[in-house]
């Protein structure tokens, strides 16, 4: 028997392949208005949460579609965002170039961040994260990403489409980049929803006090897998448009992007990471989702261009995910070790309150 642990994982790491992430069936649909055609796909969801994120999705689509522009420029980095390397930023960071080497004003160099899970984060590490968190959404930087990421559910290929897990990567690269501008030690964590779906209910982890949402395998495609936590969270999460005013998007689709890189390491060479992208077709998705149309708004770039391998190597990489395998705790005291059925695991720890059951002893 695999663990929930190793059977979500399972389901995340399958369905990856399966991009484009909405495959229109031809021999139901033939002949069929697109709109009407999606609203069909959406009426079997199996409630009424995972309808509506669908016809969110659908429609964001069908607006796409009238908004493409075809044109694919490469342009010189113009920002710190823009960069794919640390002798590019340097100078965002009013640091001096070294024998190849970024040497900040404090005399640091300028490395790549590592993601850690959100609770894995030392307390210190944690209050500079949210303290940079405030100063970005004083100062108007926090809004201009939420704004932009509202922008594309309307226009562009970040939604509905092949373009969604890659369109996600950059965004997440520049928010994480602005966020060091601030501070060159911080880097974005990733939060591991896996941990919260071993205790009997996921809105009795320390981290939410939302009741938790349904979970139906059957709905397997990675944006509805995705939207499932956005639903289960709530709030501006629930909606795509407003999705990104919430920090706890940027944890999330941090780990939709771990996921999708472990998947890619397991199922493919450093080649065809780099080169294997689903076929344009018009029935799957809109133009904009095509390998070469551009990533808007981010004009320097084709969507193509986000499988390249430079991201994990030289700006960032995932710690590994909690586990207690060879030792007797989590390394975080917002988690356990669970070894009571089988092999250990780590799991979220349980607010006052809440239901234990199956974890009294715990």
Known sequence: MHSINQKIILIFSSIISLLPSFIYSSNKT????????????????????LRIFCEQLHKS???ARK???????RL???????????????????????????????GSHLKKSVRKEFRMLSDKEREKFNKILRIMKENGDYDKFANQHKTVVVEGGAHSGPAFLL????????????????DPSISLPYWDSVLDSKIPKSADSYLFSNEACPYNRSWILPEIIHGLVHVFCGGDMLNVSTSANDPIFYYHHCFMDFIWEMWRYKNQNRT???SQYPPDNQECASDDHYAN??????????????????????????????????????????????????????????????????????
Request: hydrophobic share 35%.
């Open 272 to 274: 065809e990471r780099e």
């Open 30 to 49: 033939t002949n069929i208005p697109l709109e009407d055609k999606l609203i069909i796909l959406c009426s079997d969801a199996p409630n009424k949460q």
């Open 167 to 182: 369109w996600h990567r950059e965004f997440l690269k520049r928010f994480e980049i602005t966020m060091r501008l601030y």
């Open 76 to 106: 010189e980095p113009k920002s710190a965002q823009e960069c794919f390397n640390f002798l590019c930023m340097c100078k965002y960071f009013r640091g001096k170039v070294k024998k190849g080497i970024c040497i900040l004003p404090n």
């Open 293 to 362: 149309a551009t990533m808007e708004p981010f004009n320097n770039l084709v969507n193509i261009d986000a499988l390249k391998n430079v991201y994990t190597d030289l700006l960032y990489e995932y710690a590994p995910r909690p586990n207690c395998d060879n030792i007797t705790d989590c390394g975080s005291k917002y988690l356990f070790c669970h070894r009571s059925h089988g092999k250990p695991e780590c799991v979220a720890k349980i607010k006052i309150g809440g239901n234990c059951t199956g974890f009294e002893s715990k």
């Open 61 to 63: 689509d069908i607006i």
């Open 67 to 73: 908004y493409l522009e075809v044109a694919a420029l």
